[in-house]
């Protein structure tokens, strides 16, 4: 089975701090995601990264970075948190090539900026 | 740009009935389509694909079909039991692009 855990299943933090999250998959996937769900507006890419030190921009980078120095590892940053980044945040992974690539998420951190 | 949508109002529905959720869409058509499970609080979690040129998969008491005219995928739950319970999302996969457009979900509630 595949699975992708995330460091934090929930998460407080105050404004203008750093926050690391982080994700890691274990069946060797090429593709992984960044979202952020919020209630009305359904999931929405952040990031992604189809290889090692390879990313991309999804639909909401603005405030976001992210790090991908090893396959299966993938770390969302908030350089300087913002009440407004308060979400759940959602990784995922999925193989490589091909139209056919389901993606399997994490459980999801909930994050709380004060 | 592509839009996708789901109902936004929960379906409520009494056990044993069939739950039928939509899925439409705008623009391009996708090359192929998926539906997902997702409960409170937790990761979305893959149930069924279906091609561009399939009109219809089944998997258990799940059934997925797909009218690339209409440009819409239906989503039905036969003899539906209180576990299936959920949000049902789905999700657009195109040509040349590993990424997924999803749909804001549309929730489920059975009743006993």
């Known amino acids: 089975d595949v699975k992708v855990t995330q460091s934090s299943r929930y998460l407080v933090k105050r404004t203008g701090e750093k926050v690391f999250l982080e994700c890691v998959q274990d069946m060797d996937h090429e593709n992984m995601f960044w979202y952020r769900q919020d209630p009305g507006l359904g999931l929405r890419l952040i990031y992604f990264s189809y290889d090692v030190k390879m990313k991309e921009k999804g639909d909401i980078p603005e405030g976001y970075s992210v790090s991908r120095e090893k396959k299966e590892r993938f770390s969302l940053i908030l350089e300087s948190a913002s009440t407004n980044q308060t979400s759940m945040y959602l990784c995922?992974?999925?193989?490589?090539?091909?139209?056919?690539?389901?993606?399997?998420f994490g459980p999801g951190t909930r994050l709380t900026v004060l | 740009s592509q839009k996708i949508e789901q109902n936004s109002e929960a379906l409520n529905i009494q056990e044993g009935k069939t739950a039928t959720l939509t899925c439409n869409y705008t623009?391009?058509?996708?090359?192929?389509l998926q539906w997902y499970r997702q409960d409170p609080g937790r990761g979305p979690v893959f149930l069924l694909l279906?091609?561009?040129?399939?009109k219809e998969k089944r998997k258990e008491r799940l059934k997925v079909t797909f009218d690339t005219t209409l440009k819409q995928s239906l989503f039905h739950i036969t003899a539906s039991q209180p576990a299936d319970s959920a949000t049902y999302l789905c999700a657009l996969a195109f040509y040349g692009n590993n990424r997924l457009a999803f749909g804001k979900g549309n929730q489920v509630v059975v009743i006993p």
């Open positions: 279906i091609r561009e040129n399939e």
């Open positions: 995922a992974s999925s193989g490589a090539s091909g139209y056919t690539d389901t993606q399997y």
């Open positions: 623009n391009y058509s996708p090359a192929y």
